[in-house]
């Protein structure tokens, strides 16, 4: 199946740094999704993505589908971005909407 | 304000008991998911339903079952908790033609 890989590991930055986390899909996909789990569990969707860009305030994300690698940017990093980062593929001709998951980022902001 | 709710939040249980997971969403939406994930590990989709009466199996093997009787409704269940069924539970929910999914704020199960 599908692998998809996720760098870096762990991540730590001082408050106001800038960082770009990668996700590396070893096959073509129709659906790619961040998103960000805080420390309390909680998942929440950052991007639907499969290719372009996109930006939402501080975040911004790029799927190159051809090259099949997607990045996750977050400018003025702020300590209530920490936590862990995943990113998902679907690959689903049926549109099931069936995600397969990355190890995650594991990103700690320091103020 | 539309949302997912699921219950309980933290479950702590002896092992052979029959628990069910419970997982409610208020948006309507057809498609629902169960994923698995264990401290500090990716999630694995163990179960999801296109709508009512539908439901797979996922990636991940799952000694559990589920059911979609309502839209909005979408337990699991374990007949005989284990030790290896510890693990924390998120259901998840996406409508036709969105591209987002919500997530519940999950199941943290401990069978002991």
């Known amino acids: 199946g599908i692998q998809v890989e996720q760098s870096p590991p762990d991540l730590i930055l001082q408050e106001g740094a800038n960082s770009t986390l990668r996700c590396n899909f070893s096959d073509s996909v129709n659906n790619l999704q961040w998103f960000h789990q805080n420390p309390w569990g909680q998942l929440i969707n950052l991007f639907y993505i499969p290719s372009g860009t996109k930006q939402n305030g501080r975040l911004s994300a790029t799927t190159v589908a051809t090259e099949r690698y997607s990045l996750l940017y977050i400018s003025s990093s702020q300590t209530t971005d920490s936590g862990v980062y995943f990113c998902?593929?679907?690959?689903?001709?049926?549109?099931?909407?069936?995600?397969?998951f990355g190890q995650g980022t594991t990103l700690q902001v320091k103020p | 304000e539309a949302d997912i709710y699921q219950t309980p939040r933290y479950l702590v249980i002896g092992t052979g008991k029959k628990i069910t997971l419970e997982c409610s969403q208020t948006?309507?939406?057809?498609?629902m998911y169960w994923y698995q994930q264990d401290p500090g590990m990716e999630l694995h989709l163990i179960h999801y339903s296109y709508g009512v009466n539908s439901t797979e199996k996922g990636d991940l093997s799952s000694e559990s079952t589920v059911s979609r009787i309502r839209t909005e409704h979408f337990p699991l269940t374990l007949e005989s908790a284990r030790p290896s069924h510890t693990s924390q539970y998120l259901c998840?929910?996406?409508?036709?033609?969105?591209?987002?999914?919500?997530f519940g704020s999950g199941t943290r199960l401990t069978v002991v």
């Open positions: 998902a593929v679907g690959v689903s001709a049926r549109n099931t909407g069936k995600l397969i």
């Open positions: 948006m309507g939406h057809d498609k």
């Open positions: 998840a929910s996406r409508g036709t033609g969105s591209y987002g999914y919500t």
